[in-house]
């Protein structure tokens, strides 16, 4: 059984992020892998180090503002638990409230976990619009498609991408990369929601929160050919092959 746990789904849950659940959800259930998926908000209690798998949506600058405190306190434990590898999907808002802050376009500074070395200010400008970023799993290279919405730049020094912007702004829309990668955390600024689309991802994902689980399970190919066409058709459209 694969233990999930959703952050803050009524706070952090920007353009149909929760999509990112339930395709994990699913495509482990069309395998007969039984997943157990928690809600978790304001106030609420959670042991990250008996969970597989945390997702964490996006969401404004308001809602970042409003779960920073109460994810502040829960800080040390996640930190814990992902250096121990539990398996973690950050997108946008949640992906920012994993660096050091993230600083609004009006200058409030809103102190985020510090688990990422990286940081975040916002511009005037939102870096809106398709979004592509080739990403290397297992060596094999998959371009992942999908739209970005934030005014957010992300900046690091040390923390690994996602991957390559192929089409779109990325993290910053200067340094040409797109998310971060640190053990097993993956962030990105892909909404889409990013899994359903990309399921090569989505198995990633499963496999790694699998493995937490002290299950090497080797994941059955699925019938992916509605994910691959969808993302055929975004990446014709863009002017870029499969
Ligand atoms: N509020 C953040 C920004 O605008 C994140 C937005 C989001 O999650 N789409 O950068």
Redesign the pocket.
């Known amino acids: 059984m694969i233990s999930a746990c959703h952050l803050y789904p009524d706070l952090l849950n ?2 149909g992020d929760r999509g990112n659940i339930i395709a994990f959800r699913q495509r482990c259930e069309w395998r007969n892998i039984p997943v157990k998926i928690k809600s978790i908000s304001l106030g609420d209690k959670i042991e990250f180090k008996d969970y597989d798998f945390v997702f964490l949506g ?4 308001r809602e ?1 503002n409003l779960i920073a405190a109460d994810l502040m306190k829960r800080r040390d434990r996640l930190k814990d638990a992902i250096e121990g590898g539990l398996v973690v999907l950050a ?3 949640g992906y ?1 409230l994993l660096g050091k802050y993230y600083q609004t376009a009006e200058g409030k500074q809103i102190p985020c976990l510090d688990i990422l070395d990286l940081y ?1 200010t ?1 511009g005037s400008k ?1 870096l809106v619009g398709n979004l592509v970023v080739e990403v290397k799993l297992g060596g094999k290279p998959l371009k992942v498609v999908g739209f970005e ?4 730049r992300t900046y690091t020094r040390s923390v690994k991408p996602l991957g390559k912007v192929l089409c779109g702004s990325g993290n910053n829309g200067s340094d040409g990369l797109e998310g971060a990668r640190y053990k097993n955390v993956y962030c990105s600024y892909l ?1 889409g929601p990013l899994l359903p689309k990309n399921s090569g991802l989505t198995d990633r994902l499963i496999s790694l929160a699998l493995k937490r689980r002290g299950m090497e399970y080797h994941l059955k190919q699925l019938d992916d050919s509605l994910e691959e066409s969808a993302r055929r058709v975004m990446l014709d459209r863009l002017g870029l092959r499969m």
């Not at 996006?58 to 600058?61: E, K, R, W, Y």
């Not at 919405?149 to 957010?152: I, L, Q, R, T, V």
Request: hydrophobic residues 15%; contains cysteine.
């Open positions: 920007l353009y996006g969401g404004s600058d970042q997108i946008c808002g920012q975040t916002a939102r919405n934030h005014s957010g909404h």
